[in-house]
């Protein structure tokens, strides 16, 4: 008997209150800072941006990517972009890391992949975001001071005056409890793959990927004569 997934709803609860909390968390300093914050609907600058999702993130989209009631044609446009958008991705993941070995300073090629853009394959023909209610943590943060590694970072489209002091919010923190969640989701398949809660991927991987027993490595590792 094939290996069937467990149930995920627990987690998927876990990461909606997450999801709440950030809500929560801009819409204060939206409240405290109405001219600095611009967001408003019909802007997609946010929705070129490169960026990975964790496990939990990434489950949670396609989850409901396929429960969103949008018709056939529209979801086989959705996987068409997303195709589209995996391939573009890719390619540049691989100059990256081309460029890494031959020795390119990290600095230099994470800059660089900052100015690149890719256009999200759930915008509409309007820019409106088509999951908006369960669009990822990063998009829910974009548009408020944010800081990696220390380093401060915010939209450009935004009043926020650069040098200034501002409430920001670390997504290195915001990271690290998505992963500790991703840690115990991987843990409860009881995946045989022992990298999984490491795995990150873009939103077009995310939303084209069959995330069945065999991909999670539920059951084990098919041998070869198995497949």
């Known amino acids: 008997m094939p290996a069937v997934l467990p149930d995920l709803s627990t987690f998927f609860a876990r990461y909606e209150q997450f999801a709440s909390e950030t809500e929560a968390l801009f819409a204060r300093v939206r409240n405290n800072f109405p001219v600095e914050v611009v967001c408003k609907e019909g802007c997609s600058s946010c929705c070129h941006a490169l960026f990975d999702l964790t496990l939990i993130e990434a489950l949670y989209l396609n989850h409901r990517f396929l429960q969103h009631p949008i018709d056939g044609v529209t979801r086989f446009a959705i996987f068409e972009r997303a195709g589209e958008a995996d391939r573009a991705i890719a390619k540049i993941k691989r100059k990256a890391f081309k460029d890494s070995q ?8 994470l800059h660089e992949m900052a100015s690149i853009t890719v256009r999200c394959p759930l915008l509409d023909a309007h820019d409106s975001c088509i999951l908006y209610n369960d669009r990822p943590i990063t ?38 409890r998505l992963y500790a969640l991703s840690t115990e989701l991987a843990a409860h398949l009881k995946t045989a793959y022992a990298a999984l809660d490491s795995m990150y991927v873009p939103v077009s991987t995310a939303l084209i990927t069959t995330y069945d027993a065999a991909y999670l490595g539920i059951g084990g590792i098919p041998k070869e004569s198995d497949k």
């Open 102 to 109: 031959a020795g390119r300073a990290s600095n230099e090629i």
């Open 139 to 176: 998009c829910r943060l974009y548009g408020i001071p944010t800081s990696i590694g220390g380093k401060g970072h915010t939209c450009g489209k935004t009043g926020f005056i650069q040098g200034a002091a501002y409430p920001t919010v670390a997504l290195d923190k915001v990271q690290e």
